[in-house]
C-alpha cells in the first residue's frame, strides 16, 4: 500500500532502506543478521545491552537525525 505513493523509480530504494531500518535495531545482538554483514556493528553489541539504548526513543531520533543530515548533504551535492 505505501509503494502507491512512492515513484516507480524510488522503489526499490524504499524497500532496501525500509529493510536496512527494520533490522538496525538488533544491532546490540551479537547473532543478528545486520551483525554479522557489517564488522562495525561489533562495536554496539560489546557497547549496548540486547533491547537497550537501540530500541529506544532516542536512538530513533538521533537515526532520524543522521538521515536527515545525510540526505540534506547529498542534495546539496546534487545542486537541489
Known amino acids: 500500500v505505501v509503494l502507491n505513493y512512492v515513484s516507480p523509480e524510488n522503489q526499490m530504494l524504499f524497500v532496501g532502506i525500509a529493510v536496512f531500518s527494520a533490522l538496525l535495531p538488533d544491532v546490540d545482538q551479537h547473532s543478528s543478521i545486520i551483525n554479522r554483514l557489517f564488522f562495525f556493528s ?6 549496548f545491552k540486547h533491547r537497550g539504548f537501540t530500541h529506544s526513543i532516542l536512538a530513533t ?20
Not at 42 to 47: E, H, L, M, P, W
Open 42 to 47: 561489533k562495536i554496539f553489541s560489546k557497547i
Open 61 to 80: 531520533f538521533l537515526g532520524y537525525l543522521l538521515f536527515f543530515l545525510i540526505l540534506s548533504f547529498c542534495l546539496l551535492l546534487a545542486g537541489r
